[in-house]
């Protein structure tokens, strides 16, 4: 009875303890629901990797398709555009035997006389659009036997 009160010292005692035990089981509860909280961010952090590393992935995946996509379109028109580039600067008046364009190469076989042959690798070689790669002129020899076999003249091309 010492602190101006009038309450004995075993009632004091016993409130005293039982503030602690109350404030005990408080801080394990804290405890306990902060060990809850930690485990859910953890396991949440876990799963939002996760996600994250699928969705790059998927990403990555239609990149690739949209590349694949973008390539195969351009490889199919580059066949397109290098006919019109043959066309738009070398195909005028000359009669094909046959005509291969394949991507960026070009094969021709024809029947033409020597200088109308001469004119036309000129005329190729001033569009300055085509690389020749090969050149197979069957009018070079003016032999009788080269004559009577097939004449025609074979050129490869390339855009360059």
Not at 1 to 23: D, H, Q, S, T, V
Not at 44 to 56: F, G, L, P
Not at 122 to 144: G, L, M, Q
């Amino acid at each position: 009875m010492n602190c101006g009160r009038f309450l004995p010292n075993w009632y004091l005692e016993k409130i005293k303890i039982k503030k602690l035990k109350i404030l005990k089981i408080f801080i394990i509860m804290f405890f306990i629901v902060d060990l809850i909280l930690i485990d859910m961010i953890m396991i949440n952090r876990s799963k939002i990797n996760t996600i994250n590393d699928e969705t790059n992935e998927k990403i990555i995946l239609l990149k690739a398709n949209a590349d694949e996509k973008a390539k195969l379109h351009s490889s199919n028109t580059e066949t397109l555009n290098t006919f019109l580039k043959f066309e738009e600067d070398v195909y005028k008046n000359i009669d094909f035997k046959s005509l291969n364009i394949e991507k960026r190469n070009i094969d021709i076989k024809f029947n033409i006389n020597p200088v109308d042959f001469a004119a036309f690798i000129k005329k190729i070689e001033d569009a300055n659009k085509f690389n020749i790669t090969y050149v197979n002129d069957s009018h070079k020899d003016n032999s009788p036997s080269a004559r009577s076999d097939d004449n025609s003249s074979e050129i490869r091309l390339q855009l360059k």
